[in-house]
């Protein structure tokens, strides 16, 4: 028998953040496109673009440093605040988990 668990960050009843979006800012990252991380992920450009954009209002942050177009296409890395974000997110499934499998062991 095993546990399973999901995390995700809300801000009212929007959720805003989680393992997704949090796999699409990595991708994006590696891939230096917002573009490239949603095609990878089979997500629209436009789901990609929406779920950002409601993530920096929602935190009143800048997540992604974008430039646009060019001969080459746009391009988009990670923000400090985003990096920061990923890692206090990264912290808290850490923590998260230890709990939760300290907690299972005790019931089981």
Known sequence: MNIGWRIWLKKGELKIFGKGPKELLQRTEKMGSLRK??????????????????????????????????????SSTLTQEGKALIDKYDELEKRIEEAILKIYKEVF
């Open 37 to 74: 991380a949603a095609m990878s992920m089979n997500m629209s450009y436009s789901k990609a673009w929406n779920l950002i954009s409601n993530l920096e209002k929602a935190l009143d942050i800048k997540i992604l440093d974008k430039t646009i177009g060019g001969i080459d296409g746009g």
